[in-house]
């Protein structure tokens, strides 16, 4: 596992600042967001856009976040 690889940074675009990412943030939409389909859409937007890399070196990173956006999707809805 490479200590300077970012995956929040790198696959989501969430800077170090803003790290560890809220729900909202993780599914890059706006805080407080209450519609459903948004957040559904949201959430399957940023687990396709994570699947590219599930079999790379990064392979458990990238399940980690995939687990964190199902989580934010539950928790939102």
Do not use: K
């Not at 490479?2 to 706006?30: A, K, S, T, V």
């Amino acid at each position: 596992m490479d200590p300077e690889f970012d995956p929040y940074r790198r696959w989501l675009g969430i800077p170090p600042d803003e790290q560890p990412p809220n729900h909202y943030r993780l599914l890059g939409i706006g805080l407080f967001e209450s519609d459903v389909d948004v957040i559904n859409n949201a959430a399957e937007r940023q687990m396709t856009h994570l699947r590219r890399f599930q079999t790379g070196v990064h392979a458990a990173e990238c399940q980690r976040l995939l687990n964190e956006v199902a989580a934010a999707r539950i928790c939102l809805t």
